[in-house]
T-cell receptor, first 113, second 111 residues
Framework: EAGVTQFPSHSVIEKGQTVTLRCDPI?????LYWYRRVMGKEIKFLLH????????ESGMPNNRFLAERTGGTYSTLKVQPAELEDSGVYFC???????????FGPGTRLTVL | RKEVEQDPGPFNVPEGATVAFNCTYS??????FFWYRQDCRKEPKLLMS???SGNEDGRFTAQLNRASQYISLLIRDSKLSDSATYLC????????????FGSGTRLQVQP
């Protein structure tokens, strides 16, 4: 069974540009999460989708970040405009309906110059 | 005070050694706890879940002390392949699925 996939694996952009990250959850997983780890800090929660609905977006840092999950399948996380402090690794995770284990994707390493 | 605190290490131990990590958490209402393992530049992977006083899986034992609000992970007979960062993870708030991660404890098992 395929795991959580994320694209791209790496992205290098300049400050002020826009970047869109994509996450494909495990098939059948209604729950989809975004987390990020900035340099030297612990992994932090960003938001949680249940199917296409945002269940919890308490971790979103500011309105430069926009997450969508149209149709309840894959999700995108757009950063516009990107700032230097947005650099880090963005992880996506998914879990089945209910309170199951969260399976993490390999992450997208974002570098903002 | 951080929600989840861990000793960052590194813990350098020889093969075959027993090593224990501790983690303290601040939310006394937490009901479930997790240890994740993260290899260098890889994603976190669930190692163990702890819902009551403890859990054991082969060489790994997790124990929970609710009164003192700490969780421990014991690894017996360490293998070279156990070298990784071990993350203590707690649900952020009751009823929410967001996870709060500790900063991790790095383990290096040496031959």
């Amino acid at each position: 069974e395929a795991g959580v996939t994320q694209f791209p694996s790496h992205s290098v952009i300049e400050k002020g540009q826009t970047v869109t990250l994509r996450c494909d959850p495990i098939s059948g997983h209604d729950n989809l999460y975004w987390y990020r780890r900035v340099m030297g800090k612990e992994i932090k929660f960003l938001l949680h989708f249940v199917k296409e609905s945002k269940q919890d977006e308490s971790g979103m840092p500011n309105n430069r970040f926009l997450a969508e999950r149209t149709g309840g399948t894959y999700s995108t996380l757009k950063v516009q405009p990107a700032e230097l402090e947005d650099s880090g690794v963005y992880f996506c995770a998914s879990s089945p309906p209910g309170w199951g284990e969260q399976f993490f994707g390999p992450g997208t390493r974002l570098t903002v110059l | 005070r951080k929600e989840v605190e861990q000793d960052p290490g590194p813990f350098n131990v020889p093969e075959g050694a027993t090593v224990a990590f501790n983690c303290t958490y601040s939310n006394s209402a937490s009901q479930s706890f997790f240890w994740y393992r993260q290899d260098c530049r890889k994603e976190p992977k669930l190692l163990m879940s702890v819902y009551s006083s403890g859990n054991e899986d082969g060489r790994f034992t997790a124990q929970l002390n609710r009164a003192s609000q700490y969780i421990s992970l014991l690894i017996r007979d360490s293998k070279l392949s156990d070298s990784a960062t071990y993350l203590c993870v707690v649900p952020s708030r009751a009823g929410r699925r967001a996870l709060t991660f500790g900063s991790g404890t790095r383990l290096q098992v040496q031959p």
